[in-house]
């Protein structure tokens, strides 16, 4: 027979520990509806997540490399599922509820501009006299607000420790502002999981599309960068002499292996010792209960200085997407000064929201190809960035 919601949520109290975030203890959702009858609230909150425009989008949206450099290279989707199976991982080792990590992980890149993190900067920058623009906030407003999938409400109406964990998802590169109506000094364990391993799957995939890519070497890593040659070392104990795709997969499995086991041993000590006993209890202290040990930190920060040295600002990826974010300044001010090309959706916004905003929310939501194409319609082939 078939299992109830109420059911599920029975379950949870029975194998979860006590300061887990239990889908029948959800502060709810900004509009009433009837509760899901076969799943619980955060297994209608992913669902919703993955039936989502925003979603489906991200697979031609950049992580490193431009999209459709290379495939075998990872977008920003591939990103976003490793980051979900991580955090189910983490989750189920900490007895925590893997739906909301695992939804919270799923939905923490629904915002992000085309070209990654240099085309935030330009949006933040045009934006800047407007309201400004940040991807973890631009998150939360495709959930809250353009998404427009439902009658009876914007948005996708989902929980509150949902859209908690994408206000305060919060990695070496993201720092969001605090958002009214998630006051805490924290979020819940598994909004912290998510945050992390977000962390420890660009690490990994970036190691991976690096050396794929041939930008980076096993020998220079071997060198300089010490998680890397530890990793190596066991493996080569391990397994002995592989051939070079093998030999890379399992170091780069052992570095995310490593990762892991720090953070639940890490967490498990720190939650132990903060007394914690609920989930609110966890949004009351001062500091994440989920983290690195101080030496993984340590090596964690090395690599991150070598990525970005040698392979994020190694001019075969830095210089493409230079000139690919700057299309998005000329599209800017190219809607600003003819918004009946912005779209119909994106229209009826400006009167509520402003011009600025309006023009925005819709180049937020491009994907890489198509800001190519809207600028070889707009403006003509000249605009290529090969």
């Given at each position: 027979?078939a299992r109830?919601?109420?059911e599920?949520?029975?379950i949870e109290?029975?194998?979860?520990?006590?300061?887990?975030?239990f889908?029948?203890d959800?502060r709810g959702?900004?509009h009433?509806e009837?509760?899901?009858?076969?799943r619980t609230?955060?297994?209608?909150d992913?669902?919703?997540?993955?039936?989502s425009?925003a979603?489906?989008?991200?697979?031609?949206?950049t992580?490193v490399?431009?999209?459709?450099t290379?495939?075998?290279?990872?977008?920003r989707l591939?990103?976003?599922?490793e980051?979900?199976?991580?955090s189910?991982?983490?989750a189920?080792?900490l007895?925590?509820?893997?739906?909301?990590?695992?939804t919270?992980?799923?939905?923490?890149?629904?915002?992000?501009?085309p070209?990654?993190h240099?085309?935030?900067?330009?949006l933040a920058r045009?934006?800047?006299?407007h309201?400004g623009?940040?991807?973890?906030?631009?998150?939360?407003?495709?959930v809250?607000?353009l998404e427009?999938?439902?009658?009876?409400f914007?948005?996708?109406?989902?929980?509150w420790?949902?859209?908690?964990g994408?206000?305060k998802?919060?990695t070496a590169c993201d720092?969001?502002a605090r958002?009214k109506?998630?006051d805490?000094k924290?979020?819940?364990?598994e909004?912290q999981?998510?945050n992390q391993?977000?962390e420890?799957t660009?690490?990994?995939?970036?190691?991976?599309?690096g050396l794929?890519?041939?930008?980076?070497?096993e020998?220079?890593?071997?060198r300089n960068v010490?998680?890397?040659?530890?990793a190596a070392?066991?493996?080569k104990?391990?397994h002995g002499?592989?051939?070079d795709?093998?030999r890379?997969?399992?170091?780069i499995?052992t570095?995310?292996?490593m990762?892991?086991?720090?953070?639940?041993?890490t967490?498990?000590r720190?939650i132990k010792?903060a007394?914690?006993?609920s989930a609110?209890d966890v949004?009351?202290?001062?500091?994440?209960?989920v983290?690195?040990s101080?030496a993984r930190?340590r090596q964690?920060?090395e690599l991150?200085?070598y990525?970005?040295?040698?392979?994020?600002y190694?001019p075969?990826v830095?210089?493409p997407?230079?000139?690919?974010?700057?299309?998005?300044g000329?599209?800017?001010?190219?809607?600003?000064?003819?918004?009946?090309?912005i779209g119909?959706?994106?229209?009826r916004?400006?009167?509520?929201?402003g011009l600025?905003?309006a023009?925005?929310d819709?180049i937020?939501?491009m994907?890489d190809?198509y800001?190519?194409?809207?600028?070889?319609?707009l403006?003509?082939?000249k605009f290529k960035?090969?």
């Amino acid at each position: 027979m078939a299992r109830t919601r109420q059911e599920l949520e029975q379950i949870e109290r029975q194998i979860l520990a006590p300061y887990a975030q239990f889908s029948g203890d959800s502060r709810g959702r900004d509009h009433s509806e009837e509760p899901p009858e076969w799943r619980t609230q955060y297994q209608r909150d992913r669902d919703r997540v993955i039936h989502s425009r925003a979603f489906r989008r991200l697979e031609y949206k950049t992580q490193v490399f431009l999209n459709g450099t290379g495939d075998h290279l990872r977008t920003r989707l591939t990103h976003t599922i490793e980051v979900a199976a991580i955090s189910r991982n983490i989750a189920s080792a900490l007895s925590l509820n893997t739906d909301l990590a695992e939804t919270i992980a799923l939905a923490h890149d629904l915002g992000h501009s085309p070209f990654g993190h240099k085309g935030e900067t330009v949006l933040a920058r045009l934006m800047k006299s407007h309201g400004g623009f940040e991807h973890n906030q631009h998150s939360l407003r495709i959930v809250e607000q353009l998404e427009q999938k439902y009658p009876d409400f914007s948005g996708l109406n989902l929980s509150w420790e949902v859209r908690e964990g994408l206000a305060k998802h919060h990695t070496a590169c993201d720092h969001p502002a605090r958002r009214k109506g998630f006051d805490a000094k924290n979020s819940s364990l598994e909004a912290q999981i998510a945050n992390q391993a977000d962390e420890i799957t660009y690490y990994s995939h970036d190691l991976d599309d690096g050396l794929d890519s041939g930008l980076l070497s096993e020998k220079e890593l071997t060198r300089n960068v010490r998680i890397w040659a530890d990793a190596a070392q066991q493996v080569k104990k391990k397994h002995g002499a592989l051939p070079d795709e093998s030999r890379r997969y399992f170091i780069i499995r052992t570095i995310l292996d490593m990762q892991i086991r720090d953070i639940v041993e890490t967490s498990e000590r720190l939650i132990k010792k903060a007394g914690v006993k609920s989930a609110d209890d966890v949004r009351l202290c001062p500091k994440p209960l989920v983290q690195h040990s101080a030496a993984r930190r340590r090596q964690n920060l090395e690599l991150r200085h070598y990525l970005y040295k040698n392979l994020y600002y190694n001019p075969v990826v830095h210089e493409p997407n230079q000139r690919a974010v700057k299309l998005l300044g000329q599209l800017f001010k190219h809607y600003l000064a003819h918004s009946e090309d912005i779209g119909k959706s994106s229209q009826r916004r400006i009167q509520k929201n402003g011009l600025h905003r309006a023009v925005c929310d819709h180049i937020a939501g491009m994907t890489d190809r198509y800001v190519l194409l809207e600028c070889n319609r707009l403006f003509g082939n000249k605009f290529k960035i090969e």
